[in-house]
């Protein structure tokens, strides 16, 4: 079966920016939130704040995952597909693909595409591109359980065969932040500090300088192959740790953009007159459950500490509206089955919660959650809050502030951790991969083995992985979904965005965010300085 995928109309955007009512820009003309108007005007730098740079691998699509990271290499790499903003599958360096049987998919590839040294992509680039992730030290590599070959049938026809049905490689493919193409030649030839430090994809801007701890520039890929796109020269990128330090750069006219992990500062930047661009609740914050032993390994307990929370409270409060109720698939996932009145322990209900705990011969227990301490990825307020509301059920939490690296070896080496920890994740290429830590027998979060609450969860994630067809998927991910929540398996109180995008509306023209937080659409931006 063949599927042309709908070619987008250029110059549209995937995403919408956020609109706000009587929101002024800098100069006091109104802003309609759509980034500008007016015809484009190409050339000129852009000024775009971050926080931090690429850690470990740098820029090296075969070992960098980090957001940091992901969002530089977005620039600079493409894929096979791609999604829109309400999740459908486009093209991408691919123009259409099919799948003959469901072991084998064919991709028709687009002509005319270079690299930015100027080399043609082909058929051998994808071949060598995913042989090469094959052997690389990534996590990305889950998502090609089965990949027997990739063969380049010519150059611009490529084949993937599988020895077993693969329910996730598509929605992988498709995917900006999972299997960029690569280059046999140019990022083929290049040292390992060359490929940590500069990029060699198709993508409209490539990383061409990085000076360590203060800045990354980005500069147009002369060879792009829309025509007429990028408009911008290049993007500075500064590097600013301090959210505050970053909103001064923005409101004194440093920086153009910026983007910021916390609401309070984005909505300083809005009563200033900044554009918000439109928050993707694609960051859960899953709290991860430990059930080998203590008062969590009784499911009523776990049953009771859900019933407890008001998540909508904690929305409004601990996060000040800057969130949403979600599952664990989360709410910004267009994959997300939703919250309903009907989902198992999600709406709030002390007295339930406190017959469970009698039940269970536990009216008062005592938990403890360990979570992140570092000032960036706190959200201390959420658990604060959590504490207030469970103290209502009768139900003591104990929160144990712990540093990131303290906190690393428990979803790096799999230790055991206390009753309760939260680890932000982000945006899952397929939706059974919010699933993977906690019920996977490779997660590094999964205390489940041997538990019999959790074999219809894993049995169903099973088949969940196995299937390609996107409604038979979706059906399973809505069953697994309310397993894992009658049974407890994971508490997921909200999720919010993994950054809030603010610019100068009077300067930074034609941008708009999107919801997988790439930033892909920097390539319709344009200034005016």
């Known amino acids: 079966m063949t599927r042309p995928l709908r070619l987008p109309m ?49 820029v090296d699509p075969m070992v960098a995952t980090a957001l940091a990271a992901q969002t530089i290499m ?37 002509e005319g595409v270079k690299f930015a040294d100027g080399s ?3 058929a051998d680039d994808v071949a060598y591109t995913f042989e090469t992730y094959q052997t690389a030290t990534t996590s990305k590599k889950s998502y090609l359980l089965g990949l027997s070959s990739v063969t380049a049938d010519d150059d611009h026809t490529v084949t993937f065969a599988f020895s077993q049905p693969n329910g996730t490689f598509l929605n992988a493919v498709a995917h900006r932040e999972t299997f960029m193409i690569v280059g046999r030649e140019g990022y083929g030839n290049a040292t390992e500090e060359e490929r940590q430090t500069r990029t060699f994809g198709t993508g409209p801007f490539q990383l061409t300088a990085w000076e360590d701890g203060v800045s990354m520039t980005l500069s147009k890929n002369e060879h792009y192959w829309e025509e007429g ?9 500064p590097i600013i740790a301090d959210e505050a330090t970053r909103l001064a750069s923005l409101q004194q006219g440093t920086a153009d953009a910026a983007w910021f992990g916390d609401g309070s500062i984005a909505d300083q930047a809005v009563s200033a007159g900044f554009t918000l661009g439109d928050p993707a609740f694609t960051q859960t914050l899953p709290i991860f459950i430990n059930p080998e032993s203590g008062p ?92 207030q509301q469970l103290a209502e059920a009768g139900i003591t939490l104990e929160l144990k502030a712990t540093p990131a690296s303290e906190l690393s070896p428990i979803f790096t080496a799999g230790e055991t951790f206390t009753d309760l920890v939260s680890l932000p994740w982000s ?12 019920l996977s027998e490779t997660g590094a979060m999964n205390h ?67 919801p997988y937080g790439s930033r892909y659409n920097l390539k319709d931006a344009w200034v005016m300085h």
Not at 29 to 42: F, K, L, N, R
């Open 10 to 58: 250029i110059g549209i955007v995937a995403a919408l920016t956020l609109a706000m009512a009587a929101c002024s820009g800098p100069s006091g003309t109104a802003d309609d939130g759509s980034g500008g108007s007016g015809e484009p005007v190409a050339g000129g730098t852009a000024t775009y704040a971050i926080d931090i740079q690429p850690l470990g691998g740098g």
């Open 74 to 110: 977005d620039q600079a790499y493409e894929t096979l597909l791609t999604r829109d903003a309400d999740g459908e599958i486009q093209p991408g360096l691919a123009l259409e693909y099919a799948q003959p049987d469901e072991l084998t998919y064919v991709f028709t590839l687009r």
């Open 120 to 122: 043609d992509f082909t």
């Open 229 to 237: 796109k990028p408009y911008l020269d290049a993007i500075e990128m």
């Open 296 to 387: 969590l390994s009784d499911v009523r307990v776990r049953q009771a500490v859900s019933l407890a929370l008001d998540r909508q409270a904690l929305v409004d409060v601990a996060m000040l509206g800057h969130g949403e109720v979600s599952l664990v698939v989360p709410a910004g996932d267009p994959a997300t089955p939703g919250v309903d009145e009907d989902t198992p322990n999600h709406t709030r209900d002390v007295d339930a919660a406190k017959e469970l705990l009698e039940e269970a011969g536990q009216p008062n227990p005592t938990i403890v959650l360990s979570y992140f301490s570092d000032a960036v990825q706190s959200q201390h307020p959420i658990y604060e809050q959590m504490q």
């Open 427 to 438: 945006y899952r290429a397929d939706p059974t991969f919010y699933f993977d830590p906690f």
């Open 448 to 514: 489940w083995d041997g538990n019999a609450d959790a074999d219809a969860a894993k049995a169903l994630l099973a088949e969940a992985k196995a299937t390609s067809d996107a409604d038979e998927k979706a059906d399973l991910i809505e069953q697994l979904t309310t397993e894992v929540a009658e049974q407890m398996l994971i508490l997921i109180p909200m999720a919010v965005p993994q950054k809030f995008e603010m610019w100068n509306p009077d300067t930074f023209k034609g941008y708009s965010t999107d």
